[in-house]
């Protein structure tokens, strides 16, 4: 026996395979069982004409329906078929002659399903074993020469030649051991009384016999008969059917009557009496089967499960009182009943998938299986929630889950696919099974702002580096695609480039800026913003940031006229005889701020004759408050302050000085008003000049005698080589605004002196107002008429003046 094992377990690495055919994708090889798990098979790339490297990319492996262990692995490096797990005949197949185990071939990308078939060859590897260790027979001593005792056959899990072959009865003078085959095809054993019995001479004898199989090496099983000697008993029962057939629904309770076999025998008495049991039943019909052994009745002991086993082959035994015995076969259909959900498989899933997949793209596979039979493994598959997703029946039980239209991960970033499988039995059974689904984002969505435009709000004199505002931008994308960045466009500002007022950090849109702003340069510009995500390609997106600079009262009113500051005396005359109200000159002051920081207000801060004088306070004219007495000082010396209406408010200062005359001989008092030593030469000069233009005067009075008739004019001071100052005496960069400091359009104010006038520190001042003279003063022909406007002259007149 030690050899025969040792013989066999070098002969399992032996092993064999052949291609029985390849038609139409399928394959068919045939290997012997109990093989080591690595063994090679055959070649399945070189079978189907695949290539090797690409089984790896297409997932090649190899599955077997209504079974979860893989039996048969695929090498992907080099197409081998390979044994992975054991593989035991006998458990798959039983006592039928042919063995075939039917597997499914899947490669994927695309999807293609080959038919694999693999014939086990059987081994000898189970040994036979008879159905008890013991055999009781009670034979009567006058039984006769040639009489027949049936002993139960050994089983042997093995096929053909693997199967038993020979008994051998242990020698012994009384016993020969015969075979016998039943009309059903099984077999069994006579022992064959050979010599008369004498119970006074033994009483019981014990026989080994020895089952041998056909296997190599040879496998053999022992069981004991006890003979023991009786009395007579000539008649051994007899089964009503040779044959029982019996059909039993599955999940039926346990003790329910599967079928009730009888036996009679014909001798009386104990000799007559049947008990029945089994003879020959496997370890799982066993545990699934009971009998009784006095009324035959086979009953459900166990679980029947049709999808464990479909069909049960049990053999009883009738037997005598002593020992005289016949056998039956029973047969046991299980009906199938529809208690098993559909199973659902997921064989492959492409997990994330981009959101900008085309509709129609295969995104997984399922495997629908369904161990029940007929129509009760007939199953629907569907897909239950409102996705964008639909099955699409393939090969067999293949289903291909294949997108349905356009994906957005903005919108939905994750699916659960739940996927329902029914049978058709009745009741219908369903299975469900949830895939989760990532979606992967794509760059397809530029930064958004969240305005339109943004406005920036700044005061002049910023300090750099302050913060203008901040603009902000949204991506939907994820991670880099959703992570933006922000830039200046390039441009100009005023011929400079827009990086050398604001810069914007990168990634708060912060926007500062890089340089003090001042108002009277520039009261507003714009700068582009570009915010560009981190995707690939790059997204962006623009928008227009708009910086308006408020102004800041920085600026101090500039006094255009008198001169604030500087050598220059300027010195305006007014008549003795102006009336209260009148018009005798004005301060004209601008400010470069705008708004109330230019808003001018004039006040005169110090004056020789308070009383006597008044400014606007808006407009900067300065009028008599009363009539001139004689008694008024000829010069009087205004100090008038100019303030803007600005938060704190500036203001500058000027000195204005008035003579009270109505000619020029009283021009020579004019040195005592110098307030610069330096002056009185030119001051001399001055007088003489005006003695030779009064000259001329009094020669151009005499011509113009003619047009005495003519209406009032302002009066107009002459002299001899006189230059005119222009009416509109502002900068070309102030705007004559009413109210603002700047002169009203009402008045014109011409002032004409010699030409040496830049060393002299007289003005003449005339107004179009009718305030500055009585209205009825019309042109004189003779000095002797100025005498009656002015009053009293000297008879040599220096300075002569005409109205109109």
């Not at 629908?368 to 997703?389: A, G, H, K, L």
Request: glycine share 6%; net charge negative; proline share 5%.
């Amino acid at each position: 026996m030690m050899f025969e094992r040792g013989f066999l377990q070098s002969s399992v690495f032996v092993f064999f395979f052949v291609v029985v055919h390849y038609t139409h994708g399928d394959l068919s090889y045939s290997v012997q069982e109990e093989l080591k798990r690595g063994s090679v098979i055959g070649n399945i790339a070189k079978d189907l004409g695949l290539e090797v490297g690409r089984l790896s990319a297409r997932k090649a492996r190899v599955d077997m329906e209504g079974n979860d262990k893989q039996y048969c692995g695929v090498n992907l490096r080099n197409g081998d078929l390979y044994v992975a797990e054991r593989i035991d005949r006998e458990e798959h197949c039983g006592e039928k002659p042919s063995c075939v185990l039917k597997f499914d071939l899947v490669l994927e990308n695309p999807l293609e399903l080959h038919r694999l078939s693999l014939q086990v060859q059987d081994v000898n590897d189970n040994a036979p074993i008879f159905p008890k260790d013991i055999i009781k027979l009670e034979i009567t001593e006058i039984a006769a020469k040639g009489a027949k005792y049936r002993i139960n056959a050994a089983q042997d899990a093995d096929i053909g030649t693997n199967s038993v072959e020979s008994y051998i009865l242990q020698q012994n003078p009384h016993f020969v051991f015969n075979i016998k085959t039943t009309s059903a095809g099984s077999k069994y054993g006579e022992l064959v009384l050979d010599k008369e019995l004498d119970r006074e001479e033994q009483q019981e004898m014990k026989l080994l016999l020895t089952a041998v199989d056909g296997g190599s090496p040879q496998r053999s099983g022992t069981v004991v008969i006890h003979v023991i000697v009786l009395d007579a008993n000539d008649n051994a029962p007899v089964f009503t059917e040779t044959v029982y057939t019996a059909t039993l629904a599955e999940n039926s309770p346990i003790n329910t009557p599967v079928i009730t076999v009888s036996a009679a025998d014909v001798d009386e008495g104990f000799n007559g009496e049947v008990t029945y049991e089994f003879s020959r039943i496997s370890d799982k019909s066993q545990t699934l089967f009971s009998l009784d052994e006095k009324t035959g009745v086979i009953g459900v002991a166990g679980t029947i499960d049709y999808e464990e086993g479909a069909k049960y082959e049990v053999f009883v035994e009738a037997k005598d009182g002593y020992g005289l015995s016949s056998e039956a076969k029973v047969i046991i259909d299980v009906t199938d009943v529809n208690d098993n959900a559909p199973l659902i498989y997921l064989k492959s899933l492409t997990n994330p998938i981009p959101e900008n997949v085309s509709p129609g793209t295969e995104v997984g596979i399922i495997n629908v299986q369904d161990r029940d039979s007929e129509t009760n493994r007939q199953v629907r598959c569907s897909i239950q929630q409102n996705v964008p997703f639909k099955l699409v029946p393939s090969i067999k039980n293949y289903y291909s889950v294949v997108s349905t239209g356009q994906l957005d991960r903005e919108l939905v970033s994750d699916y659960n696919i739940t996927i329902t499988a029914t049978d058709e039995g009745s009741p219908p059974l369903s299975s469900s099974k949830t895939v989760q689904l990532s979606v992967a984002d794509i760059n397809d969505n530029p930064p958004v702002f969240e305005e339109q435009s943004y406005s920036a709000y700044v005061s002049e004199n910023n300090k750099p580096g302050s913060t203008l505002c901040s603009v902000s931008a949204r991506d939907p994308d994820w991670r880099q695609n959703g992570t933006v960045v922000y830039s200046l466009l390039s441009g100009e500002v005023n011929g400079a480039p827009v990086s050398s007022y604001v810069s914007v950090n990168g990634d708060t849109g912060v926007i500062h800026a890089v340089r003090s702003f001042d108002y009277e340069q520039f009261r507003n510009f714009k700068v582009h913003v570009m915010a560009r995500d981190n995707g690939s390609p790059p997204l962006s997106s623009n928008v227009t940031v708009s910086v308006f600079i408020s102004d800041v009262n920085d600026n101090s009113p500039q006094i255009l006229y008198p001169a604030p500051e500087g050598n220059s005396f300027m010195t305006e005359l007014v008549p003795k005889a102006a009336h209260g109200g009148s018009l005798v000159s004005k301060v004209i002051a601008v400010d470069s701020d705008s708004g109330q920081n230019a808003w001018l207000s004039y006040h005169i801060v110090k004056s020789t004759d308070p009383g006597l004088f008044t400014i606007g306070v808006h407009s900067g004219e300065i009028r008599t408050q009363r009539d001139i007495f004689e008694s008024d000082s000829m010069k009087q010396n205004l100090i008038v302050s100019v303030k803007d209406n600005g938060q704190p408010s500036l203001s500058a200062t000027c000195s204005m000085y008035l003579l009270i005359s109505d000619n020029l001989a009283e021009v020579p008092e004019l040195k005592d008003i110098s307030y610069d030593e330096k002056n009185s030469k030119l001051t001399s000069y001055l007088i003489i000049a005006l003695v030779c233009v009064s000259t001329f005067f009094l020669t151009f009075i005499i011509i113009i005698m003619g047009v005495r008739f003519c209406r009032r004019r302002k009066p107009r001071l002459l002299f001899d080589g006189a230059v005119a100052i222009p009416s509109a005496y502002l900068p070309p960069n102030y705007a004559d605004v009413d109210g603002t400091g700047t002169l009203r359009s009402a008045y014109n104010y011409d002032a004409y002196l010699t030409t040496g006038s830049r060393t002299s520190d007289f003005k003449f001042v005339s107004s179009y107002n009718d305030n500055t003279l009585p209205a009825d003063q019309t042109l004189r022909k003779s000095p002797t008429d100025f005498a009656d406007v002015f009053g009293d002259c000297d008879d040599s007149p220096e300075v002569g003046t005409y109205f109109k």
